[in-house]
Each structure stands twice: as structure tokens, then as C-alpha cells.
């Protein structure tokens, strides 16, 4: 009998969809954030609570992440991680709303840095979805956590015969790589279980979001292809470009006047968006980069235009890529809010370059 102590595996296992909630978790941050300024802002921002007593939305949002904490530690259903993803969303997004009073003595719900702040904390999320979204190399310790989990279909009469052929499929692999006598005698137990007769199979219905997918992917094969695509990004691209020209030479040019500068100067120490040099240096970065980004997405219409797609497709990630992580930061600094659509229609394109290079060049290469 073999007594030595085995060491225990501590690591971590990425959770089957986790892609999932963590798109569901970016989509409920976004609109939260979005509905509770735009309300505020249509209602006059009115306080909950009377005499000295202000109930801030931050409270809300705490409460909804403390809720979004328990549901999993409560219940072991697969639906509680798409409860906790929306929650957790909704949560931090009135949470972090009002960063701008927790960074500042004055409590000042709009320091022009707060917004670069929420945007920041978003961006990175981002980048976090965008690498979960990679697929990993699972080994045959990850496969059996996932095929556990999967095993929840059975438990609740919800197995398909697409779920059961994905979990044979993994148990073969396990029975195959693993070099682990538990874990293949496990996996060739479950294998059988799995593959018995009496295991009752039932027909698979799409949820919600495969439907979409289903339906997504239906009308892109109809009505997306190559010549419209490309006209819709030259068209958006130079739109884009021009858009993102036209606030640094509207300024240039009223510099040119001591009456324009002296105006424009006020109005910019009047809102409190230049507080120092720091502040004015980075008013000026801001217009350097528009001028740069604007003119190399403008180029990016031109070459898809004359047909150069595999250059076209890498200017124009570069410019709507430093567009919406760098620009952006400085313009939410002084514009606030303001480019919140702008942003997203940033971000439309962008995925729609990635369409175009999967599904286009890709394939013709």
C-alpha cells in the first residue's frame, strides 16, 4: 500500500462559458453606467432622502454586488452565474459611477477625471473578455471539471444528444492523455454511465442567446457580403476619421484669432477640465493624437478603397484601437460623457474589420 501524501493541485480552472458572463458582466456595466447618467441628467439629479440623509446610487450598486456574492455561494445551479454576471454588472457600474466624490475632498460627483476612471476600469475588463475568449489547451484535469459540470444536464433531465456526444468526447480524451490512475479510472466509470441506455436524452432547445447567435449568423450569410461590407467601412472609416479631424482644426483655426484662443481657453477654465499644465498638456496631446488618428483611418478608407484590404485592415485596427484606449481617455476627461456613442459606433467598426479580415480574407487566403 502506497502511504506517501500527495501534494494537492491548487490550479485554477477556467469555468466552461465563463466568456459568457463575463460579456453578460461588460454588457450590465455599459448600461448601467449609460442609464444612470443619462437619468440623473433628465432628472436634474435629485437626492433620495431628506434633511441630512443622501442615499448615493453607490449604495445600490453595493447592495447588488453583495447579492451577486451570495447567489453563487448559495445555490449550485448553472443559472446562478448568469444572475451573478448581470448583478455584478449593474453593481459595479452605480458602485463605480461615483468615483469622482471618493477622489476628491469635495465630494465632486463630476471631477473630470472620473470619467476616464470608469472608462479605464471598462477598457480592462475588455482586454480580460478578449483573453478568456482564447482557447486553451485543456488538460485532462480541466476536461473533468468541465465534464462534471456538464454532468448538472442530467440531474436536471436536460441532457441532449449533443451535450452527450461533448461529454464522451471529452471522457475519451481523459481516458487517453491522463497519466493519473484515478482520473482514468473515474473517466471510464462516468464513460459508462454516460453511454447507458437508461440515461434519459431529451431534444435541445436554444436559450435566448443562441437563438440570437443562430439568427445573427442567418442574416449575416444573407446580406453581408464582401463589396457591402467594404463599402459600409470606407464609408464609416472616413466618416470616423473626418469626425475625429474636424474638433482639432475647428480649434486650430480659432486659435489663429487672440479673441478665438482667449474664448476657448475660458470656456475649457470655466468647466474646470484644465486645472493646470498637466491638465493643458494633455489637452494638447489629445489634439496631436486626433490629428495622427484621424489622417491614418482616413488612409485606411482609401486603401480598402483601391483594394490594398490587407494594409487597410491594419491601419484601421491601429487607429480605432488607440481611438478607443488612448483618445478616448483624454476626450472623457474634458468631454465627460459626451462620447459615449461616439465610442460604441468606434467599437462597431472595429468589429466590423475583425468580420471582414475572419470571414474574407481569411478565407481567400
Do not use: C
Request: no cysteine; net charge positive.
Amino acid at each position: 500500500m502506497n502511504n506517501r501524501k500527495k501534494t494537492s493541485i491548487r490550479k485554477p480552472v477556467r469555468r466552461k462559458g465563463a466568456q459568457r458572463y463575463i460579456l453578460l458582466s461588460l454588457l450590465s456595466f455599459a448600461a448601467s453606467v449609460s442609464v444612470t447618467r443619462l437619468f440623473l441628467q433628465l432628472t436634474g439629479y435629485p437626492q433620495i432622502g431628506s434633511g441630512e440623509l443622501h442615499i448615493a446610487h453607490l449604495l445600490w450598486g453595493g447592495l447588488l454586488l453583495f447579492i451577486a456574492t451570495l447567489v453563487p455561494l448559495l445555490y449550485a445551479n448553472r443559472w446562478a452565474f448568469t444572475v451573478t454576471a448581470i448583478l455584478s454588472g449593474v453593481g459595479v457600474g452605480l458602485f463605480i459611477d461615483e468615483v469622482g466624490k471618493f477622489i476628491t475632498r469635495t465630494n465632486d460627483y463630476f471631477f473630470p477625471a472620473a470619467a476616464p476612471i470608469i472608462y479605464a476600469f471598462f477598457l480592462i475588463t475588455v482586454l480580460l473578455y478578449t483573453r478568456i475568449r482564447r482557447r486553451s489547451s485543456e488538460d485532462p484535469r480541466t476536461e473533468m471539471y468541465i465534464i462534471i459540470d456538464e454532468l448538472a444536464e442530467v440531474l436536471d433531465r436536460d441532457l441532449s444528444a449533443d451535450e452527450r456526444a461533448e461529454i464522451i468526447d471529452r471522457l475519451h480524451r481523459v481516458s487517453q492523455q491522463s497519466s493519473d490512475e484515478n482520473l482514468s479510472r473515474l473517466g471510464k466509470s462516468l464513460e459508462e454511465f454516460i453511454e447507458s441506455d437508461k440515461i434519459e436524452v431529451v431534444s435541445h432547445v436554444p436559450d435566448l442567446w443562441e437563438r440570437l447567435q443562430a439568427r445573427f449568423n442567418l442574416l449575416a450569410q444573407k446580406t453581408i457580403t464582401r463589396g457591402r461590407l467594404r463599402a459600409f467601412l470606407i464609408g464609416g472609416l472616413t466618416g470616423i476619421g473626418a469626425w475625429t479631424l474636424s474638433d482639432p482644426l475647428s480649434i486650430i483655426t480659432r486659435i489663429h484669432s487672440p479673441i478665438g484662443s482667449q474664448a476657448l481657453l475660458a470656456g475649457l477654465f470655466a468647466a474646470q477640465n484644465i486645472r493646470g499644465n498637466i491638465s493643458l498638456d494633455s489637452f494638447e496631446i489629445r489634439l496631436g493624437l486626433e490629428i495622427a488618428i484621424g489622417m491614418i483611418l482616413i488612409a485606411s478608407a482609401v486603401l480598402l478603397a483601391i483594394r490594398k484590404d490587407h494594409q487597410a485592415i491594419a491601419f484601421g485596427y491601429l487607429g480605432l484601437l488607440i481611438l478607443l484606449t488612448i483618445i478616448n481617455l483624454l476626450v472623457f476627461y474634458f468631454d465627460q460623457f459626451s462620447t459615449i456613442i461616439n465610442a460604441l459606433i468606434q467599437l462597431v467598426f472595429l468589429l466590423a474589420l475583425f468580420y471582414y479580415r475572419n470571414h474574407f480574407l481569411h478565407r481567400a487566403t
